[in-house]
């Protein structure tokens, strides 16, 4: 990347609400760069392209009519879910969808990602990854927890990541039945690839907040 590219920023509460809101509308924020390739809701199993996001769609939908259109969370066992356990995130919401905590992060994703993030925030992991689609992820929680609708997405990867792009469908669940508590995303890393030794080392020092010179 060019030196003439600005530092990596956390996305404020404005741009991630001014995102939100066009994601709602139906429009492309104006902020996303071309890294994002695709934003919408999900209103059927066929327009979803993994089957493993089909298949997490499916047992979402025939969850969410038992409890006037909001899925609970404890429908959600692992052994329901194990076509697609290694791919699955939970996360609990936080600052009212402006942020949420990784209560379990999938194998097949850190696999991926290089590194298990539960326990972290989105906000944390954005901060430490140095990631160009930070508000990519915020805005996409955020629609997801006001709305209450599934939301796919798809975004090329970080070249020093295991995939060439990353698939997701985020799910809304609640806890007591009266809105969005936790978000259970469906994540499938697209085209893995074997990493090189710079690649794996690039990764390793912006991790550890070593690589001062990475740009958004």
């Not at 939908?61 to 006037?68: C, M, P, V």
């Not at 909001?70 to 936080?94: H, K, Q, W, Y």
């Not at 290089?114 to 989105?122: A, R």
Request: hydrophobic share 40%; with cysteine; charged share 25%.
């Amino acid at each position: 990347m060019s030196d003439s590219q600005p530092l990596w920023r956390s996305p404020t509460d404005d741009e991630i609400v001014a995102a939100a809101t066009a994601i709602a509308a139906g429009s492309r924020p104006a902020d996303f760069d071309d890294s994002v390739l695709d934003v919408r809701f999900a209103d059927s199993m066929d327009a979803l392209p993994e089957a493993t996001l089909q298949f997490l769609y499916d047992f979402w939908r025939s969850k969410a009519g038992n409890h006037a259109g909001l899925s609970r969370r404890e429908d959600f066992e692992m052994l329901a879910l194990l076509p697609a356990v290694g791919n699955i995130m939970i996360l609990d919401v936080e600052r009212e969808g402006f942020d949420a905590r990784y209560r379990l992060y999938g194998t097949k994703i850190a696999q991926s990602a290089g590194k298990d993030w539960t326990g972290k925030t989105v906000s944390e992991m954005n901060a430490s990854a140095k990631t160009n689609v930070a508000l990519l992820y915020r805005a996409t929680y955020l629609t997801v927890y006001r709305t209450n609708r599934p939301l796919y997405t798809e975004h090329s990867s970080l070249p020093w990541l295991g995939a060439t792009a990353w698939r997701r469908l985020i799910l809304p669940v609640t806890l007591e039945g009266t809105g969005c508590d936790q978000f259970i995303v469906g994540n499938v890393a697209v085209d893995a690839k074997v990493l090189s030794a710079a690649q794996i080392e690039t990764h390793r020092r912006i991790l550890q907040g070593k690589d001062s010179s990475t740009k958004s």
